[in-house]
Each structure stands twice: as C-alpha cells, then as structure tokens.
C-alpha cells in the first residue's frame, strides 16, 4: 500500500511536515479568488486526497513544494474547474515575484538572529516574515496590515532583550497587536485550543487513580469539546450549551455519529447455512469496526432470531460466550467505552429456539454480573401480557440489582434512535433541553415566556445539528462501516449511505421540575399539570420538525433519552445561575432525565411510570429504563404488574 509522503522541500529548502489540509486550502483561497466559494469546500477535501494519493504513489520521500502545486494545478484542470485551477497558478506565481522583492539583510555577527523562537516541534531563529505569512494566510489579514503588526511584534520581543521566546507567547504578543487594531475576528481564527497547565496537572493528579489510558481520553475529550464548541455548532448553539439550557451530547468525539445498529438476522442470512466459527467471526467482527465508528452505542438487534439457528445448544453457548467476551471493553470503569455494544432481543418471544438464546443470555449476564464492561443487555418487552414475560420482567429488575448491565425497552415501537436500536438506521447526534433551567429563566407561572425560552432552545439544537453536519460529518470519505458499502463479503454490509437513514434525537430533562416551577404542582399530582407535560412534549415535537425541515435535517425525533450525568450537569449550571434552582431540586442532585420508579413522599406509586409511557406514547417512541432506574426500584412485582395491566389495556 502506497503512503503518503511525509516532509516536503520549500523553495527556499527548508524541510516541513506535510500537511494535507494546506492543499485544501489553497483550493478554498483559489475558489474564492475565481468567484466560486460556494461551491469549493467539498471540491477543496477532493483534491487534496487526490494529490495526496499522487504523492504516495511518487518515488520521493521529500516532494517539493513545486511539484505538489503543479499535480493539484493538473487535477484542477482535468475536472474542468480551469478557473479555479488559474486563480491558484496566479496567487503562486506572485508569492513567487513578491518573495524576490524581498531584501535579505546581511546576518548579524555570530551568523544568526539573537533571539531564538522555541515551540513544541523545534527551535528555529527569529523570523518576522514567519509572522507576515502566517497572518496572511491563516489569520486572512492584508500584507500591508500583516507586516504592520509583524513589525510591532518584533519591536516588542527586541526591547524586551529576549534571547529566546515560546511559540506561545508569541502567539500571545500578535494577539494583542491584533486586538489593538481592532483585528478581533482575525485572534479568534490564530487561537489555539488546548487546556491550560493547572487544568492538566489537576487531571492528571485525579487519574494516578484510575487507569493511564483514563486521562489521555479525558484530555483529548476535553480539547475537542472545546474545539467541535468554537468550530463546529455555531455561536448560538455554543452559547446555549455553556449556558445550560441544552446539552450537546458528544462533542469529546464529534466526528463520530451517536449510535447505530444492525439486525442480526441480516447478517447470519448472509451466508446460510450459519456455522458457529463464521457466525461469531463475523459478528465480532462489526463490533469491533463500530467501536471505533460511533460515540456512545452500537446495537446488534434481533439477536434471539439471528442465533435461533444454531440447532446446537453448545454451540450456541460458546457463540455467546465468545461474543460477549471478545466485545467486552477491558478498560476499567474510570474509562468510559466507546461505544458500548447493545445485544437488543426481545423479552418473550413465542419461538422455542428464540426464547432458548434469551435465557442463555440471561443466565450469561448474571454470571457476569458487573464484569462485562462495555457491553449491555437490552430487553424489550412490546406488550404481550403472558407468565413468560413476567418472569423475564422480574428477572430483568434483578440483574440489574446485581449490578448486571441489563436495561428494559417499554413499547411496541422500534427504536429509541438515540441508543442505536432501529436496524440500519444511523443517530447522527443527540441534543437534551434542559426545560427546568428554561421554566426558571422564564418565571413563575410565565407559560408563554418558557414555550418562547423552549423555542429558542430547540432552534439553538437544531441549528448545531445542522452545522455540525456541514462542517463535521460532509469530511467523511468512507463512512462508518459496517452500515455504509463494504464489499467484503466477510464483513457484510446493509447498504450504501442514505439521507433517509440519518436521524438527529432530542431528549428532554427536567420535565417534572419545569412543570412544578410553573405551576406549583407536579405532574404526577394533578391530571391538568399531566395534561400539560403531554402539551409540552408536542410543543417540541412540532418546533423540532418546523425547524428540521427548514434546515434541511430530514427525520429529527423526540424521544426518552435517559441519561443521568446530563442531568446532574445542568443541575450544577442551574444552582450557579439560580437561587430558585436550589429549592426546586429539594436535595436531589439532578434533574431528571427518564422514568423514576421510586415514589416521592406522598406520591401514588407508579404515578410517573404512567406519565411516561403516556409520553412515549404519545410521540410515537418506547420508553427506556437504563440499569440505574431498575435497581432503584423497591417493588419490582408492583411495578412489573402495572407494566403489564398497561400493555393489557
């Protein structure tokens, strides 16, 4: 296989990294200057692989500058954008005439520049025409203006009578000149994103703890939330999301889509008859090419009718055990997967060889109890009241109290999105509105002023979406696999990418305290406050999909999306905005994010579990119950026959 080079030669002779994304940009500086900027991004990520994939198929190990032009030149000018391939010979060819312009002064005694420049890469001597390019090229300033500030750069670092300087103070002297000149837009485009040394030190302090791979994840989290938060989603959704009136779920990985699935069925069909060596091979396989494809899960669904044919109990026993075996993430808690594998079947079925593998599963998980990190059961239980499907439900709350990675799916209804559980069907992102903190910014019983606050909220998500679309997941040359055209037969795919198959998902937390802000009561309390939980949900429901087809987002849905930490998140931005917040919570350290099985002093037991199966309901979505609800719960029999009573009615 043929790699890409990786120095390159300058005119002058220096040697330099290579750098891809430098051809991309002259391709986007070229568009501009020939009048077609609309036109050019996806075209600049094009010809800078082309090129690239030129190079690698070179003899040369250190190309030059000139012969990099000259093949994008070429390959410009083979797909008919002879303008823009023009416009990019022309800004060349006058780089070429202003550089011999420019007089060289004879060198000081010693035979270098007194101060020396240290990065992180190197030291390489004082340079202030370092500076004018950069301000030119990255910072987009006039050469005029570019030089001006170079100058007062270097007065500066002179009368300071530095002999050596970082890169990041440097970086710190333009951006005051920058400032000064009322540059602000041009500072913003030369920051640099990292994390300060305080922050690094405190980090790594906390993991000596843990495991070493815990802070490099938490450090590369952090840098690129900050990053996906300035680049990607835009000023209102950033805003919004530092803010705490929603949260962005993902943006430590925000090329990666949230989650996806396949049917199992699809893949054991695609070679029948299904052997147990083939059959775990290729299911391992998935696994561990989605692990690194996706952000938070990766769903193997159906897969009591996928393995039913496995007419050998043993040999389905050991397929099972090597599955969950080989797909279990070896890190330890301190480290959170990515993403974690859902084996999604459903609670009792009819077929005697299905409901076969859902006890061996069953019984594999208990044995397992905590242990299987990175891997999760998911049981689903779509309403047929029978004595099997009690005893499933029951066993479920059990081995959650055992500390089994076990949840429960209430509903006919495929999905949720969020969680990957609708085969072939890919969750681009996930966005939860924190409705408590818009209720209190909006005041006590101020109904329209929070469905205003709410709107807001639900165009900052979207419009993030949105961005993040164009500006994050348009990068992709192969998509995630395995969902989008593999040819291997080994690794068999569902089908090419389809817009039809993205979905963006909305959650929703702190419904129960937003609710109780506004109108003094609770909706487990008064049928009118429950009556208006449901109008809220459709409030959102209707904006998000007013505001997604204006965007051109396609399927946006609304749906359970549990998720604990982020509703002790926005709690914690709440009790620093609010004084309200703090009485609202009533101790509790979260907002809530899902169903909640343990009855409030005074409450009807199962009062929200009815609430949020009308909820799910209503929007068309089942109703998640994640480990954590599960164990909670001190009467599983009280809430597993109310579970059936509502299926039966």
């Known amino acids: 296989m043929a790699v890409p080079p990786r120095w390159v030669k300058k005119v002058d002779g220096r040697i330099e990294p290579f750098d ?26 094009e010809m800078a692989r082309s090129v690239t994939l030129f190079l690698a198929k070179q003899d040369e190990r250190t190309p030059r500058t000139a012969l990099i032009a000259s093949a994008l030149e070429a390959a410009l000018s083979e797909t008919r954008h002879e303008s823009i391939a023009s416009a990019a010979r022309e800004f060349r060819d006058w780089r070429r005439r202003r550089g011999s312009e420019v007089r060289v002064h004879a060198p000081r005694p010693g035979g270098s520049s007194p101060v020396e420049v240290l990065s992180y890469g190197g030291a390489h001597p004082w340079s202030k025409r370092r500076i004018v390019e950069v301000l030119v090229e990255k910072a987009e300033l006039a050469r005029e203006s570019a030089e001006d500030v170079a100058r007062a750069v270097e007065e500066r670092v002179f009368a300071a009578g530095l002999n050596q300087i970082s890169t990041t103070l440097l970086r710190e002297l333009i951006d005051a000149e920058l400032f000064e000149r ?11 994103i990292g994390l300060p040394k305080e922050d690094l030190k405190r980090l790594t302090f906390v993991a000596q703890a843990g495991s070493p791979i815990a802070i490099e994840d938490q450090i590369t989290r952090a840098t690129l939330t900050r990053f996906a938060l300035d680049e990607l989603v835009g000023r209102q959704a950033a805003t919004a999301h530092r803010r705490g009136d929603l949260h962005l779920v993902g ?57 039913a044919g496995l007419a050998n109990a043993s040999d389905l026993q050991i397929v099972l055990e090597l599955l969950v075996a080989a797909i279990a993430a070896p890190e330890s808690e301190d480290l959170r997967p990515s993403p974690e594998c859902l084996l999604a079947l459903d609670l009792a079925p009819e077929d005697p060889a299905e409901q076969r593998v859902v006890e061996m599963l069953l019984e594999l998980f208990q044995a397992l109890g905590s242990e299987a990190h990175g891997v999760r059961l998911v049981l ?29 799916v209430l509903g006919a209804q495929p999905g949720p999105t969020s969680r990957g559980l609708i085969p072939e069907v890919v969750a681009l992102q996930t966005a939860i509105l924190n409705l408590a903190g818009i209720a209190i910014a909006a005041g006590r019983g ?26 994050g997941f348009a990068s992709w040359v192969r998509p995630a696999a395995p969902l989008f055209g593999r040819s291997d037969p080994q690794h068999p795919s569902v089908g090419p990418l389809d817009h039809r198959r993205l979905t963006d998902c909305i959650g929703l937390a702190g419904l129960d305290a937003a609710l109780r802000y ?24 209707q904006r998000a999909s007013q505001v997604g087809a204006r965007l051109g987002l396609g399927q946006v849905v609304v749906e359970d999306v549990p998720n604990g930490d982020v509703g002790i998140l926005l709690a914690s931005k709440d009790l620093e905005r609010f004084p309200d917040a703090a009485e609202l919570l009533a101790g509790s350290p979260d907002w809530d994010t899902g169903v909640r099985l343990v009855p409030r002093e005074g409450e009807t037991p199962g009062a929200d579990l009815a609430l949020r199966l009308r909820l799910a309901a209503g929007g068309g979505s089942p109703l998640y119950l994640a480990r954590p609800v599960l164990a909670a719960a001190s009467d599983a029999e009280g809430i597993v026959d109310q579970i059936l009573a509502y299926f039966a009615g």
């Open 20 to 45: 891809e994304s430098r051809i991309a940009r002259a391709v986007l500086r070229a568009g501009r200057n020939a009048g077609r900027e609309a036109e050019v991004e996806r075209l600049a990520r």
């Open 182 to 192: 009322g540059f602000s837009a041009q500072v913003g485009r030369l920051e640099v």
């Open 380 to 408: 689903r239980y779509s309403g047929r009241p029978t004595e099997v499907a009690r005893e499933r439900l029951l066993r479920a709350f059990e081995l959650a109290r055992g500390g089994s990675r076990c949840d429960l």
């Open 251 to 307: 943006l430590g990985r925000p090329y990666r889509p949230a989650a996806s699935g396949v049917c199992v069925r699809a893949l054991v069909d695609a070679t029948a008859p299904a052997r147990a060596p083939d059959l775990v091979r290729r299911l391992i396989g998935v696994c561990r090419t989605a692990h690194c494809s996706y952000e938070s899960s990766f769903a193997l669904v159906n897969v009591e009718r996928g393995l």
């Open 446 to 471: 101020e109904r329209e002023r929070f469905s205003l606050g709410l709107n807001a909220a639900v165009e900052a998500a979207l419009t993030a979406f949105h961005n993040r679309r164009r500006r």
């Open 518 to 541: 506004l109108t003094g009561e609770g909706p487990t309390e008064n049928a009118r406050v429950a009556d208006l939980a449901c109008e809220v949900h459709e409030e959102v429901r």
